[in-house]
């Protein structure tokens, strides 16, 4: 029987924040702890059903990752990276290699996890094994990455709901490597530029993605993949790359990539977002007519490394003396614990959010109802569905008519189960609000009226040309206007 190892490291490295991040960090599955989430629709849980359909036994060894956060520990990532080498080489021998990665992983001593430990599995199992991975599209991945691998597979949707069907294809890579003796190629095609957080479910992303899908269209291409890159980090591979796998040579892959970089580059004024102050964005959800109204404050959004604490869109809200609305969530554990202690029914003097630094925001000094109280034990109803989240106790305040979510764990919202964790119907309230860019978008689609982006100060703001890149190796747009892109013919 085909024996698949299952490995992966996982995490979006925001270099702007000012902690490292550390092992106890990461949430760690070894072994038999992987196989529970065989159900869920992650890429573990993708790759355990292919392998499944196929007929291949699944060897399961380490995955950990970790809330989008500062740069990883270096004896975190070697501990890590160790034991997967370790399991891998325990198991041996094994047929081939399934990494769960992300794209985006930097650590204190090198600039790209990914390949690092790509690199460091192919020089344990050989050339002769095929290693295929899965990616975040936010990654910034590069060609020594992909020569380690033998197929580059992104997910192609922001949010992204299709994880599971990119592991398909994974895996289906393996399978036919294995039956038919072949060996593809895959190149990387860079582009100087930095994209803010665009989903593909409208717009520009969407065209562009139904664009980069069009071009897989030969027979001889396996896969393209559109890395939309991770804009809040400084190393010297930051920027937009398409990954293209092809049966053929790689002057086949250079130039499908290149096509459609060509094309992306061309587009690139089309990328720019409009960004609302949180003043801006509550006076616009208060002119809508078509309810509810989400308010998405992009700016502090966990999922790009950001504290979750922020109080610019809250205090708009409350200055704005609206109605009705409701807001899940602000992390705050310290103010949960405070409600948890009173109890439901209590009312409780807090100093709410803004306690990680001033960019995001000042604490709100609020007088409180505490409406209802959770132990922040979730399923995820949209992305990813069916798997774990755990935001810890949670609680519903009430302040001024508004109801506000506060948790204990970072995490952006991703759908409506940390409101009705708390007895929220968000149908019932013209105004919602949350933390996110994009992947509240998969639960809140069908559900919203109008959708309405704020962008006050936070390390995940649209404008990415306020960073500083210390790091890149040259002009990149838009924080250079006289950035260029002309690849050699």
């Known amino acids: 029987m085909t024996r698949v190892a299952i ?3 996982r995490h979006e490295t925001n270099t702007y924040c000012r902690d490292t991040t550390p092992a106890s960090a990461f949430h760690q599955r070894r072994g038999a702890a992987i196989l529970c989430e065989r159900d869920a629709e992650s890429a573990a849980g993708g790759a355990m059903r292919a392998c499944e359909r196929l007929g291949f036994e699944v060897v399961p060894v380490l995955i950990v990752d970790a809330q989008p956060s500062g740069t990883i520990r270096s004896d975190a990532y070697e501990s890590f990276k160790q034991e997967i080498l370790a399991g891998i080489a325990a198991a041996h021998p094994v047929d081939a290699v399934f990494l769960d990665l992300h794209g985006a992983g930097v650590v204190e001593h090198l600039q790209d996890l990914e390949a690092d430990l790509a690199s460091a599995v192919r020089a344990l199992v050989g050339e002769a094994v095929p290693i295929t991975a899965v990616f975040d599209l936010h990654g910034n991945v590069t060609q020594a990455m992909a020569d380690a691998l033998d197929g580059v597979f992104a997910c192609h949707h922001y949010p992204h709901v299709d994880f599971h069907e990119r592991v398909d294809e994974a895996i289906r890579l393996i399978d036919a490597m294995l039956r038919e003796n072949f060996r593809p190629v895959t190149h990387i095609e860079t582009v100087p530029m930095l994209l803010p957080t665009t989903t593909t479910f409208l717009g520009v992303g969407k065209s562009m993605l139904e664009e980069m899908l069009e071009a897989e269209a030969p027979d001889d291409v396996i896969d393209v993949s559109w890395f939309h890159g991770f804009p809040y980090t400084d190393i010297e591979h930051v920027g937009c790359h398409v990954a293209v796998t092809v049966r053929g040579d790689r002057e086949r892959a250079r130039t499908v990539a290149r096509r459609a970089a060509e094309s992306l580059w061309r587009r690139r004024d089309a990328f720019r977002p409009e960004s609302l102050s949180a003043e801006e964005a509550v006076e616009r959800a208060c002119a809508a007519t078509e309810h509810p109204v989400v308010i998405n404050e992009t700016s502090d959004n966990c999922g790009g490394g950001t504290p979750g604490d922020g109080t610019h869109l809250l205090r708009a809200m409350l200055d704005a003396r609206l109605e009705k609305a409701c807001f899940a969530f602000l992390v705050d554990p310290e103010v949960a614990r405070q409600a ?5 029914g209590s009312t409780i003097d807090v100093s709410l959010g803004g306690k990680t630094d001033d960019l995001h925001g000042s604490p709100l000094e609020l007088t409180a109802y505490v409406k209802a109280l959770h132990d922040g034990r979730l399923k995820m109803l949209a992305m990813v569905k069916g798997a774990s989240l755990n935001l810890g ?39 919602v609000a949350l933390k996110s860019s994009n992947h509240f978008r998969a639960g809140f689609q069908d559900i919203a009226g109008t959708i309405v982006t704020a962008d006050p100060p936070g390390l995940t703001t649209h404008h990415v040309e306020i960073f500083e890149r210390a790091r890149a190796p040259g002009a990149l747009w838009p924080v250079d206007p006289a950035a260029g892109y002309a690849p050699e013919r």
């Open 340 to 344: 948890h202690d009173a109890g439901v």
């Open 393 to 431: 106790p949670m609680a519903r305040l009430v302040v001024d008519g508004i109801d506000i979510v506060v948790a204990s764990n970072r995490s952006q919202t991703f759908d409506i189960g940390p409101f009705l964790a708390v007895g929220i119907d968000v149908t019932a309230y013209p105004i």
């Open 7 to 9: 490995a992966g490291i």
